[in-house]
């Protein structure tokens, strides 16, 4: 049995997805599904071929489990193309996998068309850059609702609020600043 390596034209494909204008990208998707397809079917060959012949081991079936994970994310990225592109779906970010190698991570989107794909961060630190408080914020929560419960965390750990704050203009809000201003 030979297998096809479509990691590079996938990479092309999707470098010329990234880069194209709208019309264009509708051209190229359904190529970059098709090799997504061969990929899945490519797996479906390598997971019979290796139950029928070789020994159930650990090691065999701890790669048998990896193969089939990758393989239902690399289908439901297929689905999730496939209806936004096709379909003119629009998917919820909750149902979005921007990476099967990092699940968690998550459309960042910061201004109004520059987007990112991670994990937001939200840290707090005392003098000296003392970090009291590090969460990585599932989604991409706007960044006004995530001011209060730093300092309610910090008013929970250290009895009191702090003197002084300092946050990116993001965290403001009239809500924010009146409940900050209330907590001292």
């Not at 090799?35 to 079936?61: F, G, Y």
């Not at 999730?80 to 919820?92: A, C, H, I, K, N």
Request: net charge neutral; aromatic share 8%; hydrophobic share 35%.
């Amino acid at each position: 049995m030979r297998f096809a390596g479509k990691r590079q034209d996938a990479k092309s494909l999707a470098f010329q997805i990234f880069n194209a204008k709208n019309a264009v990208k509708e051209c190229l998707y359904p190529e970059l599904i098709k090799m997504a397809h061969l990929v899945n079917r490519q797996s479906d060959s390598a997971i019979l071929k290796v139950e029928t012949d070789t020994k159930n081991s650990e090691n065999t079936q701890k790669w048998l489990e990896t193969v089939r994970h990758y393989k239902a994310l690399l289908c439901k990225v297929i689905d999730q193309t496939r209806r936004r592109l096709f379909d003119g779906e629009s998917v919820p970010a909750t149902e979005k996998i921007v990476s099967i190698f990092e699940e968690r991570a998550n459309l960042i989107i910061k201004g109004e068309r520059d987007i990112h794909f991670g994990y937001k961060v939200n840290i707090s630190t005392i003098s000296g850059g003392f970090v009291t408080r590090l969460t990585i914020e599932d989604g991409n929560p706007n960044d006004s609702s995530l001011y209060l419960p730093v300092l309610a965390y910090h008013q929970n750990h250290f009895g009191c609020v702090p003197d002084d704050v300092v946050a990116d203009g993001c965290y403001a809000s009239q809500e924010n600043a009146f409940e900050a201003r209330r907590g001292q």
